[in-house]
């Protein structure tokens, strides 16, 4: 699909088309992928799995329509360890695993099916009609590590270099928006995942998606939180220069232990058109497991820490004398 994305995901290794089943590659999942301080990003883990079908079937343009369902359990997976992945075709259907080298419970599971038709879901998103210029004073920035995949400020290697903001509508509902295609220098971070026809990789779409929802559970619970599951639509094709907008929302909550937590969010990705008109390009649902761990690790990492407590403040938490 894209001989950068090939590059940035498998490095010096060049994977010729094949045909025998399953496609297997060994590869280390090393600080470029990192997410959380220390654990590789899902979006990127997602999108190994989306470029080795696309090598499979020696394709350069993806296919569409297409769902994703990705499922996170078993091994775990840390920065530097190796990695295993294998690809199965079916009937319209590709199933993928990626394994702890030397652990064959999986760490995630994924399928991707090509759809004849997949519906349109309903938004819900709050700013139809208005350019995303419209709503900028009204948006709460929110804080970011120094080296995720996503929302990393100071990487020494390509990422997607997202920024991530909170809208509270008027009845009190809590949005982030991750707004892509407003800026030039998208053109050097975001836009450079492209697959060989312009068109922008489903890696960094599944990345934004899951770091946009995940953002949104947090606004419910004022915890940090690993993906569980994840299932996006994707309708149709972006194209490289492209304006659109990923979007996140938290939906419920189950538990009030964080060590017992899960929260789940509902997002997409709207396209703009003609500088106005929101058009659904994707449409996601997911779960997420709280782990306090990682809760301490926002209070400590994020940048900058007056965005950290503030958006700390708005998602309910108290703060300590400390912070």
């Not at 920024?163 to 509902?173: D, H, K, Q």
């Not at 709207?270 to 649902?285: C, D, Y």
């Amino acid at each position: 699909m894209s001989s950068f994305v090939e590059h940035f995901l498998f490095g010096d290794v060049f994977l010729k088309p094949v045909v025998s089943s399953p496609l297997t590659v060994h590869l280390c999942m090393d600080d470029r992928f990192e997410g959380w301080k220390g654990i590789p990003h899902g979006g990127v883990s997602m999108g190994i799995i989306v470029e080795l079908v696309s090598i499979f079937l020696s394709c350069k343009k993806w296919i569409y329509p297409w769902r994703g369902e990705f499922r996170w359990g078993g091994a775990r997976l840390t920065t530097g360890d190796w990695a295993r992945v294998e690809i199965s075709p079916g009937d319209r259907v590709f199933e993928g695993h990626i394994y702890a080298e030397g652990n064959d419970d999986p760490y995630l599971t994924g399928s991707i099916h090509f759809l004849k038709d997949i519906p349109s879901s309903e938004t819900g998103i709050y700013f139809n009609g208005f350019t995303f210029g419209d709503l900028e004073s009204s948006l709460l920035p929110l804080p970011y590590y120094a080296n995720c995949f996503v929302c990393g400020e100071k990487r020494k290697a390509p990422g997607l270099h997202r920024r991530f903001y909170c809208f509270v509508s008027p009845e009190g509902r809590k949005q982030v928006y991750c707004p892509v295609g407003f800026n030039e220098k998208d053109m050097e971070n975001f836009f450079l995942f492209r697959s060989g026809e312009g068109e922008v990789h489903p890696l960094a779409l599944l990345a934004a998606v899951d770091e946009t929802m995940a953002w949104g559970g947090f606004l419910c619970v004022a915890q940090g939180a690993v993906t569980v599951r994840l299932q996006v639509d994707f309708f149709r094709p972006l194209t490289v220069g492209d304006e659109f907008v990923v979007w996140g929302q938290g939906e419920r909550v189950r538990g009030k232990n964080p060590e017992r937590m899960f929260f789940w969010s509902s997002g997409g990705v709207l396209a703009f058109k003609n500088g106005r008109i929101l058009e659904p390009v994707a449409f996601a649902t997911g779960q997420w497991m709280v782990v306090p761990e990682l809760t301490i690790q926002m209070k400590n990492e994020l940048q900058p820490s007056t965005w950290m407590q503030d958006v700390f403040r708005l998602a309910g938490a108290p703060l300590d004398d400390g912070w």
